[in-house]
């Protein structure tokens, strides 16, 4: 059910699913975070990027959202580990 409202809410309201999105991130709340979408939106925007790799802003927000996904991934593995 709680799979379906993150969903519900991408399709429904892109930018709102984005802020929350952020918002969880930024409080490292990686337990609700809509993860399928989210890895969707991250492969797009790396197949956009691509196009225009010379730009030095791209190079930024791929950085960025590599350093974001292996926070997750870290604190996911710390976890299930401990």
Not at 4 to 23: A, M
Not at 34 to 45: C, H, P, Y
Not at 47 to 75: A, D, M, W
């Amino acid at each position: 059910m709680i799979e379906k409202t993150r969903s519900s809410l991408y399709e429904q309201d892109f930018q709102l699913w984005v802020e929350h999105t952020v918002s969880q991130l930024k409080t490292h709340d990686f337990d609700h975070l809509d993860l399928e979408n989210l890895i969707e939106e991250v492969e797009a925007l790396g197949r956009s990027e691509r196009k225009e790799f010379g730009s030095p802003q791209i190079c930024v927000t791929i950085v960025s959202y590599t350093n974001i996904l292996r926070e997750i991934n870290h604190e996911l593995s710390t976890r299930f580990i401990a």
